[in-house]
């Protein structure tokens, strides 16, 4: 959080000047309400100050406004910085460790965690620097004209700050059950647009949604939860501000008795009062908040260490990929449940692969490891660990079209050329997409695009295509166009003598596969080369 604060140094001291200058205006208002009712006034003068007052209300309010003002601005630019921060250490991160996450997970961290550390922990934190100041300028005004009330109002407020610390422990625990029952109920929303044709085809409407009302309803209970205990500590900070703000009437009243005080002043004491006892109640209460927040702020602080340290173990760059290798290699997801073993394999610059088999024989896994999204140390670039290979020069090399596919929401052209100089025209009159030229200029905002599932995986390859990688890695990268359009595609890339092709494919005909320099067969846990009339064979 230092660096935040560092970052917004100047609007965090914009926030303490306006600060500042409403303590000293609310001083002046106490001034001012003592004199309008002091006993004999002049008219001549009532009039010049009731003038006076009418200026200053005006500044008054300007100044209370900008003092809002900045504060909100300075929140919102804490959290657009926090959304940065965020951001850029995932894109740190390598697919192996980014994967392990749950889309919930990542979507309550970049939005309720965040809305929760601005709102709770910084929102309390900026407040306080305003009850501070605002705390010390009454102390020193009601101290000099009466020093028991200042008295007073401490003891009362060492009562009150001491009764809140039994709250700290349960607001966390709370606020911890809050998160997580939010995730859940993201995850349920999720589920629920993914499986909206199956529930409506099914006449499954009222069993889901009994089910979304479970988890609504225990995400309702959260939120009563956590409110309820922030109720119970603001409530009990405000019976004592009460008993304060009582207090000093009773003693105020006691010197004017004994003519130590006349009632202007005790009126402006009064009045000033409110800048010491507020703060006081305030201060506990957005401790509390504070405290019951700490624990995001340290977490989201550990993430992004724990993304930085794990960025600092790829050290070594590469500025050629000649081969992938798998030396011996053994690997499970579960112990005792080996996906492969004792794997030896080796893919070479300018060759063409094409591996097949069963679904479940570890094909994704084979990829998997070879992308980085699974690290292994018997995994070997250019007979150099993986691991140790910095993800930016790895890639720089291979370009990995998936069976699945997503747009940003850009234009087509922003979405295939991503920042690189590429004739977009050249490379969608190669992919077959003709009639998408003239769409290129539109921006795809949502993820209700009307592009068939087949222009979809074409545009994935125009996008593999216009980064001119030495390497390509496809991944089922045919499985939504029809038949003639994958053979003419898959067969103008293995014309490329240049490029390096690693394909999965349940679908490749024989004459297109005779073209591939090795056909790979992935089966009971072992990679072998297979020949042409063998995989023919097979899928006769």
Not at 13 to 19: E, I, R, T
Not at 49 to 61: A, K, M, N, S
Not at 366 to 390: A, C, E, G
Request: glycine content about 4%; aromatic content about 10%; some cysteine.
């Amino acid at each position: 959080m230092k660096t935040i604060y560092k970052n917004n140094r100047k609007l965090l001291a914009g926030v303490f000047c306006l600060v500042l200058v409403f303590a000293m205006l609310e001083l002046g208002k106490a001034y001012l309400m003592g004199e309008l009712l002091g006993l004999n006034m002049e008219t001549k003068k009532l009039v010049s100050l009731i003038v006076l007052t009418i200026v200053f209300l005006l500044v008054y309010t300007l100044t209370d406004s900008g003092k809002q003002l900045a504060i909100t601005r300075l929140e919102n630019t804490i959290r657009f910085d926090l959304q940065k921060r965020c951001i850029q250490a995932l894109l740190q991160e390598d697919p192996a460790s980014f994967f392990r996450k749950d889309s919930s997970m990542l979507i309550n961290e970049l939005t309720n965690k965040i809305n929760e550390i601005v709102e709770k922990y910084i929102h309390s934190r900026i407040q306080m620097l305003g009850l501070v100041v605002s705390f010390i300028s009454g102390s020193v005004y009601i101290g000099v004209l009466c020093w028991p009330i200042l008295l007073f109002l401490y003891i009362l407020a060492g009562m009150c700050l001491f009764g809140n610390r039994f709250f700290f422990e349960p607001l966390q625990k709370r606020q911890k059950e809050l998160l997580v029952q939010k995730e859940k109920w993201i995850q349920s929303i999720k589920n629920f647009y993914s499986n909206f044709m199956f529930i409506k085809n099914e006449h499954y409407e009222k069993t889901y949604c009994d089910l979304l009302m479970s988890g609504s309803e225990k995400l309702h209970e959260a939120y009563n939860k956590a409110d309820s205990l922030l109720m119970v500590s603001d409530t009990i900070n405000n019976g004592f501000g009460q008993y304060m703000f009582l207090g000093t009437i009773g003693i105020g009243a006691l010197f004017v008795h004994f003519k130590l005080l006349t009632v202007p002043l005790v009126l402006a004491i009064m009045q000033v009062t409110n800048m010491v006892v507020n703060p006081i109640f305030q201060f506990a209460t957005f401790r509390n908040r504070i405290e019951s927040s700490r624990f995001l702020v340290k977490d989201m602080e550990q993430i992004i260490q724990e993304i930085n340290a794990h960025a600092q173990h790829e050290t070594t760059q590469i500025s050629r990929l000649d081969t992938i290798s798998f030396e011996h290699l053994d690997f499970a997801y579960l112990p005792d449940h080996l996906i492969l073993k004792d794997l030896d394999l080796e893919f070479k610059r300018g060759d063409k692969y094409l591996i097949v088999g069963e679904s479940g024989q570890g094909k994704s896994t084979l990829l998997k490891l070879m992308l980085k999204q699974i690290t292994d140390r018997n995994v070997l670039v250019n007979n150099i660990p993986l691991s140790s290979i910095t993800y930016s020069s790895y890639f720089s090399h291979i370009a990995y079209v998936s069976q699945s596919f997503a747009l940003f929401p850009l234009s087509l052209r922003e979405n295939i050329a991503l920042g690189r100089k590429a004739d977009i025209n050249e490379v969608l009159e190669h992919v077959g997409l003709h009639d998408l030229i003239s769409r290129k200029e539109e921006v795809f905002e949502s993820d209700l695009i009307a592009l068939s599932g087949g222009q979809m995986q074409r545009i994935m390859l125009a996008r593999a295509l216009a980064s001119n990688k030495s390497w390509l890695v496809l991944d089922e990268a045919f499985s939504a166009v029809d038949e003639a359009t994958r053979k003419r595609l898959e067969r103008s890339l293995l014309e490329q003598k240049e490029k390096t092709i690693i394909a999965i494919s349940h679908k490749t005909d024989p004459l297109t596969a005779a073209m591939y320099d090795t056909i790979l067969l992935v089966e009971n846990r072992t990679v072998r080369p297979i020949s042409l009339e063998e995989y023919i064979s097979r899928n006769s």
